[in-house]
């Protein structure tokens, strides 16, 4: 398991690189819209759709990335917030809020919510003229996030986070994440020698990068109620290893629109 893991990240991360950090946009919109294609597929499966109707699925959220991108962001990311706040709650009241999270319809619909809102996001974040630093500010920010609450969990999880969704968070891993994401925080700003802690527009930025951090942890776990729901351990098996696209981009598709909704409100700027 451990050699596929490290072949497939060989493989992977430079694609992954070239497609975030190389492409111009416009490419690299095409570049995004594939891989949440796959992530699409993928989610169909587990709304308990197969087949004929697994592909026609990816391809109707295909059609919504080409009109998503032709409307302005707001239409498409202020819905995902008002989705990842409802998420957030029938994570930590599952599995009382399993009623909704079965029904088919509703797993097809949350599809939308989930991908065409991150494939917005991330179009915005790249047409910026500061792509590089926010992009690797936002993923630096998840990854921190992540880890924190691995090695805190690991030191001092004793109370679970939603227990009955994924047994190994913790509510100290989940505050070693946060504590994590700020310190990332503060070495990006010292790098882009923006203004120092007390000044208030760095005061919103830190307190902007926390709740990134927040939201990051909510997309995971969505993610696992899902995949537990449909008697899963990974969304797919395309990435050996790893499991699926969506295994790898969870926290992506939670954090991207609001960090994206920061940006256009000039906290990252």
């Not at 570049?31 to 026609?56: K, M, R, Y």
């Not at 619909?109 to 500061?130: D, Q, R, S, T, W």
């Not at 939201?215 to 995971?220: A, I, K, P, Q, T």
């Not at 395309?238 to 790898?248: A, K, M, N, T, V």
Request: glycine residues 10%; charged residues 10%.
């Amino acid at each position: 398991m451990l050699r596929q893991r490290i072949l497939t990240a060989l493989v992977m991360a430079p694609v992954a690189i070239g497609g975030i950090f190389v492409l111009p946009p416009e490419l690299f919109a095409l570049f995004t819209g594939a891989v949440l294609a796959v992530a699409a597929w993928e989610w169909a499966n587990l709304a308990n759709l197969e087949g004929g109707i697994q592909v026609a699925y990816a391809a109707a959220v295909v059609v919504g990335f080409a009109l998503a991108h032709q409307a302005t962001p707001w239409l498409t990311l202020l819905p995902a917030l008002a989705w990842w706040l409802f998420a957030a709650v029938s994570v930590l009241t599952y599995p009382a809020s399993r009623r909704w999270s079965r029904a088919v319809a509703a797993r097809a619909a949350i599809g939308f919510l989930l991908l065409v809102p991150g494939y917005v996001a991330m179009v915005e974040l790249k047409a910026h003229a500061e792509s590089t630093f926010l992009i690797l500010l936002l993923f630096f920010l998840i990854w921190a996030a992540d880890i924190g609450a691995y090695f805190a969990g690991r030191a001092f999880g004793k109370r679970k986070l939603a227990p009955k969704v994924s047994p190994g968070k913790s509510w100290a891993g989940a505050f070693g994440g946060m504590f994590a994401a700020v310190g990332v925080g503060i070495g990006m700003l010292a790098w882009r020698g923006t203004p120092a802690l007390t000044d208030p527009a760095a005061l919103l930025y830190l307190g902007c990068c926390l709740a990134i951090a927040i939201v990051s942890v909510f997309g995971d776990l969505t993610i696992s109620l899902f995949k537990r729901e449909r008697g899963v351990k990974d969304t797919s098996n395309l990435l050996p290893g790893h499991g699926g696209f969506l295994d790898r981009i969870d926290s992506l598709l939670s954090a991207a629109p609001l960090f994206a909704v920061f940006l256009m409100l000039g906290a990252f700027a």
